[in-house]
């Protein structure tokens, strides 16, 4: 059973900075994509930042510049930098992982811009 547990959400101040971590319960080195996603009150969820297997990655044009998708294998964790946060930032985050026609997600983590 494929397990994603995000951390590292909370409260933080417009222009501050936090990192969001996804921990696999497998090897990310089986899954095709790793992405994150957020969804805000009243919103669709919506892609922010995408890894592929070969390393490649995709960011929102809201994000670009401001916010890493990262992996670390030997600890089967991907991770979300987010710097120069935004109030428009706010939502709950939420790993996602690919193989074939299999989709997972983790339970999400919240992300709270604001003075």
């Known amino acids: 059973q494929v397990q994603l547990v995000e951390s590292g959400g909370g409260l933080v101040q417009p222009g501050g900075s936090l990192r969001l971590s996804c921990a696999a319960s497998v090897s990310i080195f089986s899954f095709d994509i790793m992405a994150w996603y957020r969804q805000a009150p009243g919103t669709e969820r919506e892609l922010v930042a995408a890894?592929?297997?070969?390393?490649?990655?995709n960011y929102a044009d809201s994000v670009k510049g401001r916010f890493t998708i990262s992996r670390d294998i030997a600890k089967d964790t991907v991770y979300l930098q987010m710097n120069s946060l935004k109030p428009e930032d706010t939502a709950v985050y939420y790993c996602n992982a690919e193989y074939g026609d299999s989709y997972y997600w983790g339970q999400g983590t919240q992300v709270t811009v604001s003075s």
């Open positions: 890894i592929s297997k070969g390393g490649n990655t």
